[in-house]
């Protein structure tokens, strides 16, 4: 068994693709995103294909290493269309098709099927949110049942939101991985969690604060196991987002929005998140100082570490008088993921 270094959960949304385009080749050519559509809530059938075109194209073109491609929140309605419209990229370009054992007869068919035609295998993504429910187990198996000999499977276990208020995640995901990794001869398995807080004002009255990589923490805690799979076991997040944004139905045409913002930086064992202004006479010199804070922090890598530090720093040092790099919640998002999955592939790799 063997996969990529890092899979990393993201949404096929401009900041994501474009930091993935942004990435140093060497990172890049480490990870196997699993990218996500989101809702598409009452978009018809006969429409879908340009409207997940809009969202796939870019992010098709930017994974020329592979990955997955999913429409985990699509609607019963729209499985056919989806099914029909992700398929191109999945035989035109390098991604693969995902299905599950909670999905429907339908979309599980429609996405072997694919994977029969593209010969590059078929990704299992089985959501755990809470505790293991030996039932999955049993929906793995007939899904299985439906998949062609030799066709390369690839064990997606989601285990969705993985923070501090769910101490007993890496036991289920044990629990999980024993019932699921004998089923099948994977190709790769990843265990992927989403461990970035759903930030609020209430977090930030004192300006800045941080929270514990708790799915860093169970891959960690199921790696030292001692089982057989256990060295091979992928590591996945769900970036510097909290995994239920990827639920999120977009708004085109919305403005507006809340007056502050967040900077990210992903440490060791915690992410640093501090508040930013989007508009106001104070924006240009709070958000410098944000990035200040940031590139004073001990654990901060330095500019050269990676696009997403160099931007910071680029951030903090720039003038007072112009707003000119400065930013707003797309290159924040942006810039943070740059410099969080820089370092996951460089943590993975040293260790």
Known sequence: MSGPLYVPVLPTK???????????????????????????????????????????????????????????CGEDAQTAALAEALSVYCELGRLRPVTGPERTAEQQAAAVETASRCLRGLGVRVRVSGEWDGGLGEGVRG????????????????????????????????????????????????????????????????GSCEASRAEWR???????????????????????????????????GRKGGPPWGVLRYTTDSSYFVIKTLTRGPDRVAVNRAAARRITELPEFRGSAAGQGEEWLSDCANGPLTSSEGVGGPTEWLRAGNLQHMTYVVRSLSDG
């Not at 060497?26 to 809530?41: F, G, K, M, S, T």
């Not at 805690?221 to 510097?240: F, S």
């Open 218 to 252: 169970m891959w960690h805690e199921v790696r030292a196991t001692g089982r057989a799979y256990a060295p091979l076991l992928g590591y996945g997040d769900y970036g510097v987002q909290p995994s239920g944004a990827l639920a999120q139905a977009p708004a085109p």
């Open 14 to 72: 401009p900041h994501a693709a474009g930091a993935f385009r942004r990435l140093w080749p060497d990172v890049r050519a480490a990870i196997r995103p699993l990218w996500n559509l989101p809702p598409l809530p009452g978009v018809l059938p006969e429409t879908l294909g340009t409207v997940v075109g809009t969202y796939v194209d870019r992010v098709s073109a930017v994974s020329r290493h592979g990955g997955w491609i999913d429409a985990p």
């Open 143 to 206: 899904l299985l049942a439906l998949t062609s000999p030799g066709m390369p499977l690839d064990l997606l276990l989601d285990m969705g939101a993985v923070l501090d208020g769910r101490p007993d995640a890496g036991k289920e995901a044990l629990r999980a991985l024993d019932a699921l990794m004998p089923v099948a001869v994977w190709r790769s398995a990843a265990l992927l969690g989403g461990g970035f807080p759903r930030v609020t004002a209430d977090m930030l009255v004192e």
